[in-house]
């Protein structure tokens, strides 16, 4: 859709108060220099943000950024992210719709806690010596002073957010909605406090989600022990008679044991279920028990089952009813009175080491080996996360995830690409109850209350802003609240809509801009954050909290890995904008973007992004050039007068709707030049195709079809083709060279912002380009006549070309050619055409021996006799044909090696691929020429 009120029915006359117009034509110097264009837009986008209006009548269009944490920096990932996003909002905004992207950031509990505690550490004090009041402050002061770095990089992208609707999950708003929502839960009965396994930081001292976890393979040992049944007649067909063999990489956990388990359909154990086993190094025996969760082909196919100490072993420990004692305390140290005293105290990796050399000297170590195993390490101190039992606070999210199944069952929600809808359901169909609860003292803390016997007190459903302990009606039971804060995610899930005002629903951001429209993000967090948000979002509000879900993949570096500090593989795109500019990363981040696959960094689409830009730059200064130099020779009783003039000196209200101006000149062909014409329906079908692109978010393919329509047709066909009608100053001509680049500057726009609005205001335009509208297709500018004629004129230009090549010129070098078939006379008519683009002259006819090159039915021939010597020329391509013959055979070689194809690299042998195709075309054409001196 477009609106008209956001076009311009005169430019001057139309000027919109929040983006005031400029004064005078921008000069543009001989080169782009994104360090002095770039900073400047992104100030103004800034001081001067692209509010969204509650009230208007337009369509809304709502993205919400995800947000980045408070201690975050840019990185790859966000700049990809970002990128996208703005260019969809930004497409949206011009297309007419009322665009709002709404920009904040995540408090993000535990990372910013370890930041604020190491500085206390610094200054010799912990948050202990503060206090918990005195921290938090102290932590709201270092946000003051240094969080948000991050906001400012993102202003330096570019990103055309709503900064007066700026939020923070520590907002007072967004504080209460958490409120809300924990209170709702809990009187629903989906919120408990229990005891189940969590993943535990020794170092930080909390519960960590799984978002918060890194998984690494180290080189680690699988220890096989011994365990002696209890009935010493009793044989275990997997080893010596009156044992069960159990394979395990936490020999240390054996004092916690509670059962060895099988799977009931395993012949080997079947005869020993019910019978009893004997703890390694104690005397303490467990059951056998049967479950279907062991894996036969895992091991030995027995596992011991250590409730306290492993998420599987607890649910098989609940199903069966077991214990779950802990030997490993929060520390992360040995104790409990299950623990022979000789490893008490001991650090949990030394007490491995102590465990293992026992089980040696006991006979009960039967086998160690080598072995890889995955751990899971705190994301912020890096220290292997323990699993433990602990009470904590839950959800039972099942009853959430079954209203958002039904969502998309009623196809509420797409996914882009598709198939991650199923990802989607397969996570929700097999939920696990999630821990809520994190033992931090920044973070919103648990409305939850106890009393001296544990009882739990929370607000009621009608009042649940007030606490407990300042209710009248609890007064005397000196109630005690928890001093847990809720996970970081328990409040990031609310997002689409707490930004927006709830839980109070009458807000008028509420009303007009939820539910959003689009959440973009990476696939990576698909569990953790858009998951959590559909199920908050049909339990508190009843809708979907986006229509669309946009994933993208994962920025990696060139190898294809992920990118750390660790390994040194890390890129700051902060520097990339530096090398590059702003606009040229923007173009790489979206020409990478394909399908929400990983992406691979890759320096050359960088390269072809600044290129881009630079390109860009010099063909509007040419047409700048073009138009000053024949302003004083324009009629000045011709409407495209005033059109033309605008881009040399500051127009008073004088530039017509693009549109209209469009459809004006398509409808008088006699103002125009075949080129004129064809440029035009080209135009027209690009602009459909990049819009059904940007419809079906496929930003990949939009910049891609701009940038090949940009550089090919426009700079490098257009331009040429048009200069003898410039010469003359063809006023047709001189509008369509100007108003092809202003749709270009629109239709780029979302991607490279900085650059199109310098441009376009370089063309005389008051109002910045961003709040212009989106260009419309028209059926009536679509001139298939023209766009046959002038592909027979590029093929007629191509054949020259070709022929130039195989005789040895320059692209500079003139060379006298004829043109031959049914497109000869169209070709003559259009002589200066194709002879100022293909830097030949065409005659009436040769003589002596020619050499010819066909292109689409076009035959274009060029004299050998008098241009090169025939037959020094013969034997060169004689030559050249056995050289393409023996490439193509030693690349062929390679492919055809089963052993160079199963080591080689994707890469190398794609690259040998291309080799054979391109030798292989290069051959063929070489003997066709051959063939016409047989």
Same mark, same amino acid.
């Given at each position: 859709?477009?609106?008209?009120?956001?076009?311009?029915?005169?430019?001057?006359?139309?000027?919109?108060?929040?983006?005031?117009?400029?004064?005078?034509?921008?000069?543009?110097?001989?080169?782009?220099?994104?360090?002095?264009?770039?900073?400047?837009?992104?100030?103004?986008?800034?001081?001067?943000?692209?509010?969204?209006?509650?009230?208007?009548?337009?369509?809304?269009?709502?993205?919400?950024?995800?947000?980045?944490?408070?201690?975050?920096?840019?990185?790859?990932?966000?700049?990809?992210?970002?990128?996208?996003?703005?260019?969809?909002?930004?497409?949206?905004?011009?297309?007419?719709?009322?665009?709002?992207?709404?920009?904040?950031?995540?408090?993000?509990?535990?990372?910013?806690?370890?930041?604020?505690?190491?500085?206390?550490?610094?200054?010799?004090?912990?948050?202990?010596?503060?206090?918990?009041?005195?921290?938090?402050?102290?932590?709201?002061?270092?946000?003051?002073?240094?969080?948000?770095?991050?906001?400012?990089?993102?202003?330096?992208?570019?990103?055309?957010?709503?900064?007066?609707?700026?939020?923070?999950?520590?907002?007072?708003?967004?504080?209460?909605?958490?409120?809300?929502?924990?209170?709702?839960?809990?009187?629903?009965?989906?919120?408990?406090?229990?005891?189940?396994?969590?993943?535990?930081?020794?170092?930080?001292?909390?519960?960590?989600?799984?978002?918060?976890?890194?998984?690494?393979?180290?080189?680690?040992?699988?220890?096989?022990?011994?365990?002696?049944?209890?009935?010493?007649?009793?044989?275990?067909?997997?080893?010596?008679?009156?044992?069960?063999?159990?394979?395990?990489?936490?020999?240390?956990?054996?004092?916690?044991?509670?059962?060895?388990?099988?799977?009931?359909?395993?012949?080997?154990?079947?005869?020993?279920?019910?019978?009893?086993?004997?703890?390694?190094?104690?005397?303490?025996?467990?059951?056998?028990?049967?479950?279907?969760?062991?894996?036969?082909?895992?091991?030995?196919?027995?596992?011991?089952?250590?409730?306290?100490?492993?998420?599987?072993?607890?649910?098989?420990?609940?199903?069966?009813?077991?214990?779950?004692?802990?030997?490993?305390?929060?520390?992360?140290?040995?104790?409990?009175?299950?623990?022979?005293?000789?490893?008490?105290?001991?650090?949990?990796?030394?007490?491995?080491?102590?465990?293992?050399?026992?089980?040696?000297?006991?006979?009960?170590?039967?086998?160690?080996?080598?072995?890889?195993?995955?751990?899971?390490?705190?994301?912020?101190?890096?220290?292997?996360?323990?699993?433990?039992?602990?009470?904590?606070?839950?959800?039972?999210?099942?009853?959430?995830?079954?209203?958002?199944?039904?969502?998309?069952?009623?196809?509420?929600?797409?996914?882009?690409?598709?198939?991650?809808?199923?990802?989607?359901?397969?996570?929700?169909?097999?939920?696990?109850?999630?821990?809520?609860?994190?033992?931090?003292?920044?973070?919103?803390?648990?409305?939850?209350?106890?009393?001296?016997?544990?009882?739990?007190?929370?607000?009621?459903?009608?009042?649940?802003?007030?606490?407990?302990?300042?209710?009248?009606?609890?007064?005397?039971?000196?109630?005690?609240?928890?001093?847990?804060?809720?996970?970081?995610?328990?409040?990031?899930?609310?997002?689409?809509?707490?930004?927006?005002?709830?839980?109070?629903?009458?807000?008028?951001?509420?009303?007009?801009?939820?539910?959003?429209?689009?959440?973009?993000?990476?696939?990576?967090?698909?569990?953790?954050?858009?998951?959590?948000?559909?199920?908050?979002?049909?339990?508190?509000?009843?809708?979907?909290?986006?229509?669309?879900?946009?994933?993208?993949?994962?920025?990696?570096?060139?190898?294809?890995?992920?990118?750390?500090?660790?390994?040194?593989?890390?890129?700051?795109?902060?520097?990339?904008?530096?090398?590059?500019?702003?606009?040229?990363?923007?173009?790489?981040?979206?020409?990478?973007?394909?399908?929400?696959?990983?992406?691979?960094?890759?320096?050359?689409?960088?390269?072809?992004?600044?290129?881009?830009?630079?390109?860009?730059?010099?063909?509007?200064?040419?047409?700048?050039?073009?138009?000053?130099?024949?302003?004083?020779?324009?009629?000045?009783?011709?409407?495209?007068?005033?059109?033309?003039?605008?881009?040399?000196?500051?127009?008073?209200?004088?530039?017509?709707?693009?549109?209209?101006?469009?459809?004006?000149?398509?409808?008088?062909?006699?103002?125009?030049?075949?080129?004129?014409?064809?440029?035009?329906?080209?135009?027209?079908?690009?602009?459909?195709?990049?819009?059904?692109?940007?419809?079906?978010?496929?930003?990949?393919?939009?910049?891609?079809?701009?940038?090949?329509?940009?550089?090919?047709?426009?700079?490098?066909?257009?331009?040429?083709?048009?200069?003898?009608?410039?010469?003359?100053?063809?006023?047709?001509?001189?509008?369509?060279?100007?108003?092809?680049?202003?749709?270009?500057?629109?239709?780029?726009?979302?991607?490279?912002?900085?650059?199109?609005?310098? !441009?376009?205001? =370089? #063309?005389?335009? +008051?109002?910045?380009? @961003? *709040?212009? &509208?989106?260009?419309?297709?028209? %059926?009536? $500018?679509?001139?298939?006549?023209?766009?046959?004629?002038?592909?027979?004129?590029?093929?007629?230009?191509?054949?020259?070309?070709?022929?130039?090549?195989?005789?040895?010129?320059?692209?500079?070098?003139?060379?006298?050619?004829?043109?031959?078939?049914?497109?000869?006379?169209?070709?003559?008519?259009?002589?200066?055409?194709?002879?100022?683009?293909?830097?030949?002259? !065409?005659?009436? =006819? #040769?003589?002596? +021996?020619?050499?010819? @090159? *066909?292109? &689409?039915?076009?035959?274009?021939? %060029?004299? $050998?006799?008098?241009?090169?010597?025939?037959?020094?020329?013969?034997?060169?391509?004689?030559?050249?044909?056995?050289?393409?013959?023996?490439?193509?055979?030693?690349?062929?070689?390679?492919?055809?090696?089963?052993?160079?194809?199963?080591?080689?690299?994707?890469?190398?042998?794609?690259?040998?691929?291309?080799?054979?195709?391109?030798?292989?075309?290069?051959?063929?054409?070489?003997? =066709?020429?051959?063939?016409?001196?047989?």
């Amino acid at each position: 859709m477009t609106d008209p009120a956001t076009d311009i029915a005169t430019d001057a006359a139309s000027e919109n108060p929040t983006h005031p117009a400029v004064d005078t034509v921008n000069e543009l110097s001989k080169s782009f220099d994104p360090a002095a264009t770039e900073p400047r837009w992104a100030k103004r986008w800034f001081e001067e943000p692209f509010r969204a209006d509650a009230t208007s009548a337009r369509e809304p269009f709502t993205i919400v950024i995800p947000p980045p944490n408070v201690t975050g920096n840019l990185h790859l990932g966000h700049a990809l992210d970002n990128t996208l996003i703005d260019s969809l909002i930004r497409y949206k905004r011009m297309a007419g719709f009322e665009a709002l992207y709404l920009p904040g950031m995540d408090h993000a509990g535990i990372s910013t806690q370890v930041v604020v505690e190491r500085q206390l550490r610094e200054a010799g004090v912990s948050r202990h010596d503060l206090g918990r009041e005195a921290f938090v402050e102290k932590v709201w002061n270092w946000k003051a002073e240094s969080g948000g770095v991050i906001l400012e990089q993102l202003r330096r992208l570019g990103v055309s957010a709503d900064w007066t609707r700026e939020r923070f999950t520590m907002d007072e708003g967004l504080s209460r909605a958490v409120r809300h929502q924990f209170v709702k839960l809990y009187h629903e009965g989906l919120a408990y406090r229990g005891e189940r396994i969590v993943n535990w930081d020794p170092a930080a001292q909390t519960t960590l989600s799984e978002l918060e976890i890194d998984r690494e393979v180290r080189k680690g040992k699988m220890s096989t022990l011994s365990y002696k049944l209890e009935d010493p007649a009793a044989a275990a067909s997997n080893g010596e008679a009156g044992e069960i063999l159990i394979a395990t990489v936490r020999p240390e956990t054996i004092f916690a044991d509670q059962a060895i388990a099988v799977h009931p359909d395993d012949e080997r154990f079947s005869h020993l279920i019910g019978m009893k086993a004997r703890i390694p190094l104690t005397d303490r025996y467990v059951p056998v028990i049967a479950d279907r969760a062991v894996e036969r082909d895992f091991g030995v196919g027995a596992l011991k089952i250590t409730p306290a100490h492993d998420p599987t072993d607890f649910e098989i420990g609940e199903r069966h009813g077991l214990a779950r004692p802990s030997v490993i305390d929060l520390m992360g140290n040995l104790t409990s009175e299950l623990v022979p005293e000789q490893f008490r105290g001991l650090e949990r990796f030394a007490a491995r080491k102590a465990v293992v050399k026992a089980l040696s000297e006991s006979g009960d170590l039967i086998e160690e080996k080598d072995h890889d195993t995955a751990i899971g390490l705190s994301e912020r101190t890096k220290v292997p996360v323990e699993p433990i039992v602990s009470l904590q606070w839950f959800v039972n999210v099942k009853p959430l995830a079954q209203q958002v199944l039904e969502g998309l069952d009623k196809g509420e929600m797409q996914f882009v690409p598709e198939r991650y809808t199923k990802v989607n359901r397969d996570w929700l169909e097999n939920i696990r109850d999630w821990n809520i609860s994190r033992q931090l003292w920044w973070g919103h803390q648990i409305p939850a209350w106890y009393d001296a016997e544990g009882n739990i007190y929370v607000p009621s459903l009608e009042n649940p802003d007030l606490d407990c302990d300042a209710d009248p009606q609890y007064a005397h039971l000196n109630l005690r609240r928890d001093p847990d804060v809720f996970d970081t995610w328990f409040s990031s899930n609310l997002w689409p809509f707490s930004t927006l005002g709830w839980p109070d629903e009458g807000n008028e951001d509420f009303l007009k801009f939820y539910p959003t429209q689009v959440l973009i993000t990476g696939y990576d967090i698909l569990f953790f954050w858009v998951a959590r948000m559909q199920m908050a979002a049909y339990g508190l509000t009843g809708q979907a909290p986006f229509h669309t879900v946009m994933l993208h993949g994962l920025y990696l570096d060139s190898k294809g890995q992920k990118m750390s500090k660790s390994k040194g593989n890390g890129l700051d795109p902060l520097e990339l904008f530096d090398e590059y500019g702003v606009d040229a990363s923007r173009f790489a981040f979206a020409f990478l973007s394909t399908g929400g696959q990983d992406i691979r960094h890759d320096a050359r689409r960088y390269e072809q992004g600044r290129n881009f830009a630079n390109k860009l730059w010099n063909a509007a200064r040419f047409v700048r050039l073009r138009l000053s130099e024949v302003v004083a020779e324009l009629p000045a009783e011709d409407p495209l007068t005033p059109y033309i003039r605008a881009a040399a000196e500051m127009p008073s209200g004088v530039n017509p709707r693009s549109r209209d101006l469009l459809l004006s000149l398509a409808g008088h062909k006699e103002k125009l030049t075949l080129a004129d014409r064809w440029i035009i329906s080209r135009l027209d079908a690009v602009t459909a195709e990049v819009t059904a692109h940007l419809n079906a978010y496929d930003l990949g393919a939009a910049i891609r079809s701009i940038y090949a329509f940009t550089w090919d047709e426009y700079c490098d066909w257009y331009l040429e083709a048009a200069k003898p009608a410039m010469s003359a100053a063809n006023t047709g001509t001189l509008a369509t060279l100007k108003l092809v680049l202003e749709h270009i500057l629109k239709l780029l726009h979302p991607f490279m912002p900085f650059i199109t609005s310098e !441009l376009y205001a =370089a #063309l005389g335009h +008051r109002r910045q380009l @961003a *709040v212009h &509208a989106w260009p419309d297709g028209n %059926a009536a $500018l679509q001139d298939q006549e023209a766009t046959e004629a002038f592909t027979r004129l590029r093929a007629a230009v191509s054949a020259a070309r070709v022929l130039k090549n195989e005789l040895g010129l320059s692209p500079q070098d003139r060379l006298s050619v004829s043109v031959e078939g049914e497109a000869a006379d169209l070709v003559r008519q259009n002589a200066r055409v194709v002879e100022g683009i293909a830097r030949v002259s !065409l005659v009436d =006819a #040769l003589e002596g +021996r020619t050499l010819s @090159a *066909v292109d &689409a039915g076009v035959i274009i021939r %060029a004299p $050998l006799d008098g241009t090169v010597d025939p037959a020094d020329w013969l034997g060169k391509q004689k030559k050249r044909l056995a050289e393409l013959d023996k490439q193509i055979k030693q690349a062929q070689g390679k492919l055809g090696n089963e052993g160079f194809v199963a080591r080689a690299p994707t890469e190398v042998i794609e690259e040998e691929k291309r080799r054979v195709s391109d030798f292989s075309a290069q051959k063929e054409r070489l003997e =066709a020429v051959l063939a016409q001196f047989e």
